[in-house]
């Protein structure tokens, strides 16, 4: 799946039916596997972050990259809608925030979008600037799976964007402003020509 765009490696989701990155996890399981070591860092009820630098080629739906659990219908996420990039977060309790950036992505132009999640605070980022924020404080609910350019919810795959990724970065913590602008810009070099 490597690819050259505008002479940047990145990996091609845009072809029909085309699937992404799949990084299963384990979940720990009382007297069976109480404590595994293969596991995604971060609850979504844990201060936790998602950066990618992504072009669109489609105006279309998909997911760019999800943590989810595979069985149910919870997650973090940044996908697109109707071409306008969203950050996406529901807990096994029901919870759940979207942020709309307010314009699609220009396709072919590298992007990078961040979601940012703590207690009481979301933030959604469009090339460092703000598109979005909420206030929702979600339950801890454990995923198994983190994917890259498409999604798997309630057993069924889900559809991916239809683009290029350079890279996605994700982790537990809340970076502050001026971490963010550092990753962000990095991104956003591996990602212009």
């Known amino acids: ?38 596991i995604v860092p971060y609850t979504l009820g844990d201060p936790h972050f998602i950066i990618a630098a992504v072009s669109a080629n489609t105006s279309g739906d998909g997911i760019i990259f999800q943590t989810s659990h595979s069985d149910n219908n919870f997650a973090s996420q940044l996908v697109l809608s109707g071409g306008r990039p969203q950050a996406r977060c529901t807990d096994e ?14 396709q072919g132009a590298p992007t990078v979008l961040t979601f ?10 469009v090339n460092s600037a703000a598109a979005g924020s909420a206030s929702a404080t979600f339950a801890a609910t454990m995923c198994n799976q983190m994917m890259i350019g498409w999604g798997f919810q309630q057993f ?17 913590g809340a970076p502050s402003a001026a971490e963010l602008q550092v990753i962000e810009s990095y991104l956003a070099k591996l990602a212009s020509t």
């Open 93 to 106: 309790a029901g919870t759940a925030v979207t942020l709309t950036a307010p314009g699609a992505l220009t």
């Open 116 to 125: 940012t999640s703590a207690p009481g605070a979301q933030r959604f980022r």
């Open 156 to 172: 069924y795959p889900q559809p991916g964007f239809g683009g290029n990724v350079f890279a996605v970065v994700t982790g537990k």
């Open 1 to 38: 799946m490597k690819q050259f765009f505008g002479g940047r490696k990145c990996t091609d989701h845009s072809g029909a039916f085309t699937s992404g990155f799949w990084c299963k996890k384990t979940i720990p399981t009382p007297q069976v596997q109480s404590n595994p070591r293969n």
